[in-house]
């Protein structure tokens, strides 16, 4: 158990064995006293996004998400940060959603809240659509629901995937030298750029070491992503609109979805495609100026949103437990 003074909530590191083999690691964050339950409307299962780990909530939960004990079980998921990789090279989005689901068995969560970034967001509608009887409210940070893509397309996609999977065993493994330097590459452009504060706080959980020979063949000790290589690559197969719609429509629970004006723009138009699937519940779409990761970039930000929304839905019969 990790503690700290001041207003940090106590952190201790989790390992979760599932029953397929795979061992999830985890951040396990909880206010109030070691005796205080929270209720099952202030309990957390936080996924992070592609190629991230749980460092990504670092940042937002030391912000306390509400004025009562909290408790939050951030996961590497498989693949990612500490966690094992599969054996099975499936990485689908439903296999993640099955792996929540037995680590809210181990924890004895009957009834809890989840919270998932990008990809996260995306295992946490799967995840909503699946346990409508657990789970109490959803909130998705720049994500409204899982990619999708044409059925017609999913050939093409396949090729891509068997063609780069051929060619991944000649795929060198990148080296950094230093944790900083990782830190600086993974801050770089694209989408999905983190500042660089933000990356050093990220990158270490998912950074393992690597020795390489320099030219004159002495060994260089260094870093490399911890992240299975298969995550790197084309996935072999891609959800469906029809696919997605299937789950989405059978969330029960309020949602809550907080845009970034600097995010994935595909994310806009899915709300506007997918809102009329959501009869079944209350939506709220928050939006906030900042990059897709604005969670770590300006977590005060999204901190005051998700306690604003959260204390609103105590008035509703799902969320008020």
């Known amino acids: 158990m990790t503690t700290t003074s001041g207003t940090i909530p106590l952190f201790q590191e989790r390992s979760f064995e599932l029953p397929n083999g795979i061992v999830l690691a985890a951040k396990h964050w909880k206010t109030g006293s070691p005796s205080t339950q929270p209720r099952d409307s202030r309990r957390f299962m936080a996924l992070h996004g592609f190629l991230d780990n749980a460092s990504s909530f670092d940042l937002l939960l030391l912000q306390q998400l509400g004025p009562e004990p909290v408790e939050i079980v951030a996961l590497d998921l498989a693949g990612h940060g500490r966690s094992s990789h599969r054996q099975t090279e499936d990485y689908s989005l439903w296999r993640y959603a099955e792996d929540a689901d037995h680590v809210a068995t181990l924890l004895g969560w009957n009834k809890h809240a989840i919270i998932g970034h990008s990809m996260g967001g995306g295992v946490s509608t799967i995840y909503s659509g699946l346990f409508t009887s657990r789970v ?50 993974r801050s770089k452009g694209g989408a999905y750029g983190l500042d660089l504060p933000s990356a050093r706080i990220l990158v270490p959980r998912g950074l393992r070491p690597i020795d390489r020979a320099d030219a004159g063949g002495n060994t260089i000790q260094g870093w490399t992503w911890s992240t299975d290589q298969l995550l790197t690559i084309r996935s072999a197969q891609s959800l469906s609109e029809e696919y997605v719609q299937a789950f989405m429509t059978r969330i029960t629970c309020p949602l809550l979805a907080i845009l970034a004006s600097k995010g994935l723009q595909a994310v806009r138009y899915m709300v506007d495609d997918r809102m009329p699937w959501l009869r079944q519940t209350k939506v709220t779409i928050r939006d906030v100026v900042g990059s897709h990761s604005i969670h770590m970039e300006d977590a005060p930000i999204i901190a005051e949103q998700v306690c604003t929304w959260i204390l609103s839905q105590d008035d509703n019969p799902v969320a008020r437990l």
Request: aromatic share 6%; charged share 20%.
């Open 136 to 185: 109490v409210m959803c909130i998705l940070l720049d994500s409204f629901g899982p990619f999708s893509r044409l059925v017609e397309d999913q050939p093409e996609h396949l090729l891509e995937h068997i063609q780069q999977k051929k060619n991944l065993p000649n795929k060198q493994l990148p080296f950094h030298p230093t944790i900083e330097s990782a830190a600086q590459a």
